[in-house]
């Protein structure tokens, strides 16, 4: 079946970027500035009538309300009956594409690459939202420039929510077990802390500082380790099996880093700000461009 898409005559496809249950992406020339961009055709099914669903509308909204740096820019929004694009600007690759080749092998870089996640994140949480959603694809790189995308998941964090889709390879253990509930149609409702994304970005730097493009996580013996220990997780500060993951790791303060970021505990897992302003990140300017 062909695709259809709904475009401004300025606007001419060069290549499909990804596709998924959201839609499809697409890297386009405007053929007026004669920049490339990005155009996320959101998948038509599931429409409310109106040519929007829960997850498009809540990245639009999202995307327009956040301005930062380290957040990928919305340009607009083409809609019609039953479609939906949003156009966003074009990133030279995303994180998956480097970890474990050159960005392993330069520490600074990694350095650089990580305090910008930490930079953008705190901006997040600082406008009451949850990421929830924080992988190597979808965070971006421009010139350098970290650029956190795809807000589809994105939940703020005064509201309650009896249903969670993370992806259980990023997913900390609080969220294992609201999944685990409602896996066994138990509705558990959980109120999105933003304790969560820190996880998430721990296991990221794992990734990054191990050269590694996917470490494999066991979710469901981490779900069960996190259960048997809930009472005393003062005892257990983090889990057994990531301990064994960094091992290898010599450098003292990222292993406080990570350690922090990978807290069982909610109330002693840190913030993103106390990743800013953590020893191994001491020095990193990242108001100064870095070749990447």
Known sequence: MTERICLHSRFTLLSKLGKG???????????????????????????????????????????????????????????????????????????????????????????????????GLLYIHENNIVHRDLKPENILLKNGIVKICDFGMAKYSFKSYTHDGMLEQYAPPEILQVMRSNDQNKEAIYVPSDKIDPWSCGIILIEMTQKSSNIQIDCETLYRESE????????????????EQFSHIKDKDLLVLISGLLRYDTTLRWTCKDAINCNWLEGIDTSKPYNI
């Open 21 to 119: 249950t959201y839609g499809v992406v697409f890297k386009a020339m405007d053929n007026v500035t004669q920049q490339c961009i990005v155009i996320k055709k959101y998948n038509n099914e599931n429409m409310d009538g109106i040519g929007i669903t829960s997850s498009a509308l809540r990245e639009i909204c999202l995307l327009r309300q956040l301005n930062h740096r380290n957040i990928v820019k919305i340009l607009g929004v083409c809609s019609g009956k039953n479609e939906l694009e949003l156009f966003m600007e074009y990133c030279d690759c995303n994180l998956r594409q480097i970890i474990g080749g050159y960005l392993g092998n330069d520490i600074i870089r990694t350095k650089y690459i990580f305090k910008q996640i930490m930079e």
């Open 228 to 243: 048997q220990i809930k009472p005393n997780y003062l005892d257990h500060p983090i889990s057994k099996f990531f301990s």
